[in-house]
């Protein structure tokens, strides 16, 4: 079955360092990836998408994440993070059942940010 | 932002009662979903509509129904709420399916006592 790990539930960085969010997914076909943000008490926000295009995606507010298919990973980088980006972050992969194609979300991982 | 609101935005129900929540989007997408959202889970996917009156299951669909009667609304029931359905329960939309992104609405939490 097609799936999505996510690897760390909990982050934490100081404000200026590095943000690294793991994810790797499983997949017969080349996929098509999501990292979506949810802010506390809020839906979830888009970030960036991969379909097959460019393997390095930049999404918005200075992330981006780079698809290897060896590797069979989608990690979320930003190079400095700011206090604003404390949230919850989701990957996702479409994968194909009954006919259509549907998101498939992993567990999530929340990023704390500390000045 | 996508046209997306659900109603209500915060249920508390006791178990038993049916309990129906709405989600209504003024972008006219083909596609609407519901999820819901637990700790250690992520979302999972409860039921999808790909159009009006075309309904299908989702991983998690025991115990729920849902309703497409017009394009820019999709119901979903609880027949007899449990306290394992107190959740969040989010809908989304998209124009299609695969590469396309899903837009999501702002969330319903609901707590069945």
């Known amino acids: 079955a097609q799936s999505v790990t996510q690897l760390g539930s909990h982050v934490s960085v100081s404000e200026g360092a590095l943000v690294l969010l793991r994810c790797n997914y499983s997949s017969s076909v080349p996929p098509y990836l999501f990292w979506y943000v949810q802010y506390p008490n809020q839906g979830l926000q888009l970030l960036l998408k991969?379909?097959?295009?460019?393997?390095l995606v930049k999404g918005i507010n200075g992330f981006e994440a780079e698809f290897k298919k060896s590797e069979t990973s989608f990690h979320l980088t930003k190079p400095s993070a700011h206090m604003s980006d404390a949230a919850e972050y989701f990957c996702a992969v479409t994968v194909f059942s009954g006919g259509y194609n549907k998101l498939i979300f992993g567990a999530g991982t929340r990023l704390a940010v500390h000045p | 932002d996508a046209g997306i609101t659900q109603s209500p935005r915060h249920k508390v129900t006791e178990t038993g009662t049916p309990v129906t929540l709405r989600c209504h989007q003024t972008e006219n997408h083909r596609y609407m979903y519901w999820y819901r959202q637990d700790p250690g889970h992520g979302l999972r996917l409860i039921h999808y509509?790909?159009?009006?009156?075309?309904?299908d299951k989702g991983e998690v669909s025991d115990g729920y129904s849902v309703s497409r009667s017009k394009t820019e609304d999709f119901l979903l029931t609880l027949e007899s709420a449990t306290s394992s359905q107190t959740s969040v329960y989010f809908c989304?939309?998209?124009?299609?399916?695969?590469?396309?992104?899903?837009?999501f609405g702002p969330g319903t939490r609901l707590t069945v006592l």
């Open positions: 991969y379909t097959s295009a460019a393997t």
């Open positions: 989304a939309i998209s124009e299609g399916t695969g590469r396309n992104e899903q837009f």
């Open positions: 509509s790909y159009g009006v009156k075309d309904t």
